[in-house]
């Protein structure tokens, strides 16, 4: 397994992924590529991929396994776990078929590593809490951030050399 930059030529896959992102429970049907970029909810998250600011990563093992991307918003418009226009959010999911081998762990690390490359002090992400992928944020340094949306909870984590 190897993880690469994500390009253009990758958005379609993004998008699949974010669709297993956002129905995450997994007895629940996936939406399509074109259904998930239908939905303005979740559409912000890829339109126009790839922007200025954005940054992804591919998971391969004979073909794509995984991607996990982020994007930075602005307070006028931005999704669930927006904290501030300079954190970026997160999104990440790898295909059922090869989850818990330690891709998506591999696919954060890498995504977090190259945020603070690029001079981010902190990133951003939502989870559902009662989504397990939880567990994974908490573990490399994600914490909660006050004032839940409902089921739906914002965690932040701060690059090492900002703690
Ligand atoms: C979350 C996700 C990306 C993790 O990828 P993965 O390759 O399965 O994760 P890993 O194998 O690297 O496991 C890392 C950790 O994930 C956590 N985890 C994620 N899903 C889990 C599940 N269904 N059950 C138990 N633990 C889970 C565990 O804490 C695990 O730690 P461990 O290996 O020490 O037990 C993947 O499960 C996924 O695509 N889920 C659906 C999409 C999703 O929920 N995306 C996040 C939305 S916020």
């Known amino acids: 397994m190897r993880c690469r930059p994500a390009g253009p030529e990758d958005f379609t896959f993004l998008a699949t992924m974010l669709g297993e992102a956002a129905i995450w429970r997994p007895d629940k049907p996936k939406p399509t590529a074109d259904q998930v970029l239908a939905d303005p909810r979740y559409a912000l998250y890829l339109a126009g991929w790839p922007k200025q600011g954005d940054h992804g990563l591919v998971a391969e093992q004979d073909g794509p396994v995984g991607a996990a991307w982020f994007r930075t918003f602005t307070e006028s418009r931005h999704g669930h776990g927006f904290v501030a226009e300079d954190v970026p959010e997160l999104a990440i999911a790898v295909i059922t078929s090869r989850r818990h ?42 914490q909660l951030v006050e004032k839940p949306h409902g089921s739906s909870l914002t965690m932040i984590r701060h690059a090492a050399r900002s703690n």
């Open 101 to 142: 081998e330690g891709i998506g762990r591999r696919l954060l690390l890498d995504l977090i590593e190259a945020s603070e490359a690029q001079g981010y002090a902190a990133l951003s992400l939502s989870v559902n809490d009662g989504n397990p992928a939880r567990g994974l944020y908490e573990s490399v340094g994600f």
